[in-house]
């Protein structure tokens, strides 16, 4: 019982972690706001490249574990997938297939989010070193899932890139985005 307690306190202390960028309660909700419906939003209404909207996505994980901290984190762990689900955009006829695969992608972006604040924010490793790990384990949870679920043959051997090395360069191409825009707001708070 105390091993889960531990677990859990550093769960918390984890989750609360964010950059030293403070705002009113009001801008901090917003912004909570903005990723949330731009993770949900794009797939539904502006991408059917899956290299696009993988990078859209990651960018607003990657911009959440930076920014928002505590249950703030929850609807971008859930909604993206949500959204691709909703429009059955990323894999046509083979979305059905992705039923199987949500609780796999929730836990993949749970990885790539407190992986970062892990890294990066409270062992203050590099930016890319955090990303990069981050990338990196949230593609093995995933691929590793998939190719369960594939020799299972619940999922069609589709899912297997699309939840391999895509999943790989989609993040690393949301870190190179977000890197010096975290660079450029981390300048202007300090210059405050």
Known sequence: MALITTFYKNLVELSNLKTGI???RNKYLFEIGSYSLIAYLTPLFLFHSQFLLGTIVNS????GAL???GKSLLPLIFLPSLGVLTKGVLFGPLTIYLLFMLPFIWIGNTILIFSVKFFHLKHK???LKGI???SALKVAFL???????YNLGVIPVA????FGIMQFVTAISAGLIIFPINKWRLKVESSR
């Open 132 to 134: 990069l790990y981050g």
């Open 22 to 24: 403070y705002q009113s």
């Open 159 to 162: 899912f297997l890139t699309a």
């Open 60 to 63: 607003m994980l990657i911009t």
């Open 143 to 149: 691929f590793t899932s998939a190719l369960v679920l």
């Open 67 to 69: 920014y928002t901290r």
């Open 125 to 127: 490793k590099h930016y």
